[in-house]
């Protein structure tokens, strides 16, 4: 867990122009649209960002392995990745690399934090500290380090972070929502946690949801509804949870494994990604299925909504994420994200909360900043 250790790699990093180059192949021909169309909400800003073509501006390079989560701070200018090099990081995206000589620009970490013992799987910003999770089972609490904070300060025992007990197995996500920590585990738990403790406040698995058939939950987000929670489980099984009695609200349509989902924020709705090349749009008021779609060229690996609700974010193993208007359905951009490595490529991306930014982390070792 020191942030003394200097990670940063001594790889060919002339790949800029190379790896906007990968051929998509069939993506080519799935239907693309790059100019956004106005959903009638209000012209603010943030909307506004978004009727634009995207652009790749900044490269996070320092990572050895694979990053598997990238989460972006809701109002400071951090960033916290996620590595199968079992390292989460921290940068501060106004600290470029100054004399390079590129279209995008490179940024190094300022924090570096070590505790798992296998790679680390997610990653989320509370409100006073850092979570993540790994394959190792372990769930640890960092502080969020101080804008001026720099990889070769002076070692601080403040930066060590702290454990949450009570999974057993490889926990596979993360979910953070007015200050509740949810995760899932391959040990068959999905488990909310008291924070100030790191202990679990409401332990759910599919026995105790009274349907042992549901066996090992793949992801649980926050839904939009006060208390309840969307998972899925590993095979063809959707779940609604009201955490406060322990139920099941709904069981959705049975589908193809799903690898991912996520809620919009306003209205009961959520989107899954699966292995099949396509997502799902699910009304959670009756768990009907309302939509679906190919989306990539290979599996489908990440899904999420923009805070207003107007726009959808896909990744996939065909090294793409692409850019859907969520009213009419349609892909407005797409954009050539990482390249493959083990027959994986895009492992996460999300949305900056407030600003028009775009992240994705890639099996390639590498998070890219898209404005």
């Known amino acids: ?188 738990k999905i488990i909310v946690w008291d924070i100030p403790t790191g202990t679990p406040a409401i332990t759910i698995t599919a026995e105790s949801l009274g349907m042992p058939e549901l066996g090992i939950p793949v992801d649980a987000r926050w839904s939009s509804e006060a208390n309840k929670l969307v998972a899925i489980w590993k095979g063809d099984k959707i779940t609604t949870i009201d955490v406060t009695t322990g139920k099941i609200v709904l069981m959705l349509d049975e589908c193809v494994e799903a690898n991912a989902v996520c809620t919009h924020p306003l209205v009961p709705i959520a989107v899954t990604a699966h292995e099949d090349k396509h997502i799902r749009m699910w009304d959670l008021s009756s768990g009907i299925l309302v939509h679906t779609c190919s989306a990539h060229a290979d599996a489908v690996s990440t899904v999420a909504i923009d805070k207003t609700g107007a726009y959808l974010l896909t990744g996939g193993h065909d090294s793409s994420i692409r850019l859907w208007n969520i009213d009419t359905k349609v892909c407005v951009q797409e954009m050539t994200a990482h390249r493959p490595k083990n027959d994986e490529a895009v492992h996460y991306a999300t949305f900056h909360i407030n600003k028009g930014y775009v992240a994705s982390a890639g099996a390639d070792g590498l998070v890219k900043i898209f404005v």
């Not at 799987?121 to 790994?134: A, D, H, Q």
């Open 1 to 188: 867990m020191n942030n003394n250790d200097n990670d940063s790699e001594n790889k060919d990093i002339n790949d800029d122009e190379n790896e906007e180059e990968l051929e998509l192949g069939v993506l080519a021909g799935l239907t693309i649209n790059n100019e956004a169309d106005p959903l009638g909400l209000s012209d603010n800003s943030y909307i506004s960002q978004f009727r634009r073509s995207w652009t790749h501006k900044y490269t996070l390079r320092s990572h050895l392995d694979g990053v598997r989560c990238v989460q972006f701070h809701p109002v400071e200018p951090l960033l916290v990745s996620a590595s199968e090099d079992k390292v989460v990081k921290v940068w501060n995206l106004n600290r470029t690399v100054a004399g390079k000589k590129t279209q995008t620009a490179d940024i190094d970490p300022i924090m570096n934090y070590r505790g798992h013992d296998e790679p680390v799987l997610s990653v989320v910003f509370g409100e006073n500290e850092i979570y993540s999770s790994g394959l190792d089972g372990q769930i640890f609490g960092w502080p969020i380090p101080k804008l001026d904070a720099d990889l070769y300060d002076p070692f601080d025992s403040e930066i060590l972070g702290r454990k949450f007990e009570g999974h057993t197995d490889a926990v596979w996500n993360l979910d953070f929502q007015e200050q509740s920590l949810v995760s899932s585990s391959a040990d068959g």
